[in-house]
């Protein structure tokens, strides 16, 4: 049991560990993955969704992306067949909240931490989501689904509706797994 307490208290740090799957993602169980892809079709990413005790947690890893820091959300659409990806929609937002974590009326279900791309095009995020599974799956697997969607500049977690984080460079489809 202090295992499972440990696991808990820290499911991103256990992320963070290097190796192909961490002691959370064994523990867990994997809800929905998508597969990422640039502009030009390109997979760049792929991107899990896990649920353990409620909680759901969203890990995704990158590469051949240009370096420095993006924003990356979920959207409302699972549609990325536009070719600037704008057919995935605004950012998932069941609450009707406003934009932003730093936003005092914020924030979106899917607005989730900027990940650093390295000068090799590579990078990895992963958050816990606001809500219990019970609570957002429904918002998740809705008839038109969710996309993931990672921008050319950072998000300043603020600036309604989205971030003033630019166009999106890369979009991948929410599937349940
Ligand atoms: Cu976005
Ligand atoms: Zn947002």
Known sequence: MLRYSALLASPIALFALAGCQTVYEEAAS????????????ANVGTARLYSLS???????????????TKAVHLHTAGDCS?????????????????????????????DLPNVTIA???????S????GTLEGISDDIFDADGTAIVVHEGPDDYRSDPAGAAGGRIAC??????
């Open 30 to 41: 994997e809800i929905a993955t998508a597969q990422i892809r640039d502009r030009s079709g």
């Open 54 to 68: 409620g909680e759901v947690t969203v890990s995704a890893s990158f590469t051949g992306l240009p370096a420095g």
């Open 82 to 110: 536009a070719a600037d990806f704008t057919s995935a929609g605004g950012h998932l937002n069941p609450g009707g909240h406003e934009h932003g974590t730093a936003n005092p009326r914020g924030a979106h279900l899917g």
């Open 119 to 125: 000068a090799d095009g590579s990078g990895t995020m």
């Open 127 to 130: 958050t816990v989501l606001r």
């Open 172 to 177: 991948g489809v929410v599937t349940a797994s």
